[in-house]
């Protein structure tokens, strides 16, 4: 949208879509941070079970450990990435389109330094966020459908190289950012773009760009999620049951506990994925695939309004997670209840102290 200017979209547009991004901005913030401040209080409040079996000669004895909870889950670590990885987009992404939006100007036409910069964190941001979300995704599938798997072939430090070579991948994916983009002179004002001495290099960032975050990123997320949805509805058919195969009661209690929060961890990734999608198709449609194959789909005079309006549709997945989990886990308003109960009293405390 370089050639067109916040100029095109009439006032009420304009207001309309300003105080959007910044309600946005605000409700995504405070959201974010009450599901980072659950995860966390949980984690830090209680303790975790841990089942050994020590055979003996004549019996088997199953022994409960008790260790501090500050390793946590699998599925917690991965919802606090995703969920500090959506917070950063808020402020990345969200942020300079409110700023737009508000006739100040785009940052990125500051200096070439914000250019530059800014360009690469926001492509990072966002594909750090669609990608997490793919390995959550995959993860969940794969922990619903063969439970065991999470304790041999696919283990936490499996799990940690994943993520560090996904994030190792997107940093050298968008580190040419940093050197072909500047600010290019109009015959009224700069914009933010590839500077012209590296079009066969910005061509070649597009098409990968396009490729491993389109193409190829939204075909696993709909893939994995149909699998989660396949595996989720049977194991929901079978019934939660003990997956050790003993017949100790403390194993099969800690295990079916187990299955019960992995199958309500996978319905809440199972909505995150589909709004992602719901939301991201269209920009991906009229947007993304007109600019790469000059489709004219869209009026031209319109093309800014609907711009901003499918990009902050599809923001919005940054800042919903929250609201989606205390709509449908219980398990989860009642961590959130626990921790606004230990808010108060500790508020009640300090007040009482001073």
């Not at 946005?24 to 984690?43: D, E, Q």
């Not at 012209?196 to 990968?208: F, V």
């Not at 309500?264 to 198709?281: K, N």
């Amino acid at each position: 949208m370089d050639n067109h200017t916040i100029a095109e979209l009439t006032e009420p547009e304009r207001l309309t879509l300003y105080v959007y991004s910044v309600l946005l901005l605000v409700v995504g913030t405070v959201g974010n941070s009450l599901l980072l401040a659950t995860v966390l209080f949980k984690k830090l409040r209680k303790p975790t079970l841990e089942v050994n079996t020590i055979q003996c000669p004549a019996i088997a004895r199953t022994v409960q450990k008790v260790h501090p909870a500050h390793t946590g889950s699998t599925a917690d670590k991965l919802l606090l990435l995703l969920t500090f990885a959506d917070l950063v987009c808020l402020w990345v992404l969200v942020l300079r389109y409110s700023l737009t939006l508000s006739a100040y100007g785009d940052v990125r036409l500051q200096n070439k330094f914000a250019c530059k910069f800014h360009t690469f964190l926001s492509m990072v941001c966002s594909n750090l966020s669609i990608a997490l979300l793919c390995i959550f995704s995959v993860h969940r599938a794969i922990s619903i459908r063969w439970p065991l798997a999470s304790y041999t072939w696919l283990s936490k430090r499996k799990l940690n190289a994943c993520l560090f070579g996904a994030f190792v991948f997107i940093l050298l994916k968008h580190a040419p950012a940093l050197f072909i983009f500047s600010l290019v002179d109009l015959d009224v004002g700069v914009k933010c773009d590839i500077r012209p001495d590296t079009d066969t290099l910005g061509k070649a960032y597009y098409y990968l760009e396009f490729s491993t975050h389109c193409v190829l990123g939204y075909p696993i997320l709909i893939v994995s999620n149909i699998l989660l949805y396949v595996f989720l509805k049977r194991t929901l058919k079978r019934g939660i049951t003990s997956m050790s195969g003993t017949s100790n009661r403390s194993t099969d209690t800690v295990t079916q506990s187990a299955t019960t929060t992995g199958i309500s961890i996978a319905r809440v990734l199972l909505f995150f994925s589909w709004i992602q999608l719901i939301t991201s198709v269209p920009f991906l449609i009229f947007i993304e695939s007109s600019d790469q194959f000059g489709w004219d789909i869209i009026p031209d005079n319109r093309k800014l309004f609907v711009y901003f309006a499918l990009l902050l549709a599809m923001l919005t997945n940054n800042g919903i997670n929250f609201f989606i989990m205390i709509g449908i886990s219980t398990k989860f308003r009642g961590d959130v209840r626990s921790l606004l109960v230990h808010f108060r009293e500790l508020c009640a405390h300090t007040c009482h102290k001073a």
